[in-house]
């Protein structure tokens, strides 16, 4: 079986889920990668064999969407030619990972795919929105990687299509224990938006990973790390 396996790669979230996964699917047969985006920092250790500017997800620095920077990045007439040329039709499974030229790609050449991952679960209604909608927000959830099956990852299985997160093996043969403080990841956050919030908790000892740290240091019940992938392995 070959396997075409497209990426979003604005974050680590959707690289960290195929580098747990590739080991599996290799066992299946000859995968492909396509990488689309260029806001993530890890460093996969599968082969890419595709690659594309393709339509990155920019955020604004307390973590939303950023709309206007999206839509000033979108090269129509590019991720059409991308569509048209990419070869998918070499293949006999495509997964998709939240990415939209894979996604217009299947549409044009009229082939199944399958959307796979934590945006697929908002496909149904019965995954739990924010009490103030986000009319747009809903729409990219809907559109931006259409699929003709979708396979949902979410904390609990709000539908049948739905299961539990890919959580990396360090993690599940780990011994869980209590080292008497929180880790935080959240990089698409700016310091800024969390400070404040964070030290007011005076009780809670906090782990923060920030990518714009160069050293660690010490402030408050907040001790910060720079964020790369070998110290969070090691600490956690």
């Not at 795919?113 to 697929?120: D, E, R, Y």
């Not at 964070?198 to 660690?216: A, G, R, T, Y």
Request: proline share 6%.
């Amino acid at each position: 079986m070959k396997i075409f396996y497209a990426i979003q790669a604005t974050g680590n979230g959707h690289l960290s889920r195929a580098t747990q996964l590739y080991p599996y699917l290799k066992k299946m047969g000859e995968v492909d990668f396509f990488v689309s985006g260029n806001n993530a920092s890890l460093n996969v250790p599968f082969p890419v064999k595709y690659k594309s500017k393709g339509v990155s997800l920019q955020y604004s620095t307390c973590g939303g969407l950023d709309y206007l920077s999206i839509l000033k990045g979108i090269r129509v007439p590019s991720l059409v030619r991308e569509a048209l040329q990419l070869p998918i039709k070499n293949y006999d499974m495509v997964i998709n990972d939240f990415e939209c030229v894979t996604s217009m790609a299947c549409l044009i050449q009229k082939l199944p795919s399958v959307q796979f991952g934590h945006q697929a679960s908002f496909k149904s209604p019965n995954t739990p929105r924010p009490e103030k909608e986000d009319a747009l927000g809903e729409w990219i959830f809907k559109n931006y990687a259409r699929s003709t099956q979708y396979l949902g990852l979410h904390f609990q299985e709000y539908d049948d299509y739905i299961f539990p997160p890919v959580i990396k093996d360090i993690f599940l043969k780990s011994e869980p224990s209590d080292h008497g403080h929180v880790t935080i990841y959240l990089p698409a956050y700016e310091k800024s938006c969390l400070l404040e919030t964070l030290q007011s908790m005076k009780d809670i000892e906090f782990h923060w990973f920030l990518p714009e740290i160069v050293n660690s240091y010490r402030k408050g019940t907040l001790l910060i790390f720079r964020f790369f992938r070998s110290c969070l392995m090691k600490v956690y």
